[in-house]
Nanobody, 124 residues
């Protein structure tokens, strides 16, 4: 099995930045897709960003394109989400996810393992 642990969430003012981390353990991950999703109050869980562990290719939701950046560190088995120019609408619990089939899928059901989530709150 795969274990994912998010960290780095917190309270930040609008316009600020935050960097989330996702530590991955349990097996090798060369062919995995790694994604970030978020669940905001009153809304359903939505796709934020994804990266192919092997190729480094990325995909972003339109709402975060140009502001967020996903990356991975193979040596540390860690995925990051750099969030800049944060808006109040970005407030949510952010989840890291891993998908066995690779690529950069954006669907919830394309991912097999999930972290516990980390809270990001953006104040206006």
């Amino acid at each position: 099995q795969v274990q994912l642990v998010e960290s780095g969430g917190g309270l930040v003012q609008a316009g600020g930045s935050l960097r989330l981390s996702c530590a991955v353990s349990g097996r090798t991950f060369s062919n995995y897709a790694m994604g970030w999703f978020r669940h905001a109050p009153g809304k359903e869980r939505e796709f934020v960003a994804a990266i192919s562990w092997s190729s480094g290719r990325t995909r972003y939701a339109d709402s975060v394109k140009g502001r967020f950046s996903i990356s991975r560190d193979n040596a540390k088995n860690t995925v990051y989400l750099q969030m800049n120019s944060l808006k109040s609408e970005d407030t949510a619990v952010y989840y890291c996810a891993a998908g066995r089939l690779g690529g950069t899928p954006q669907g919830i059901y394309d991912y097999d393992y999930w972290g516990q989530g980390t809270q990001v709150t953006v104040s206006s």
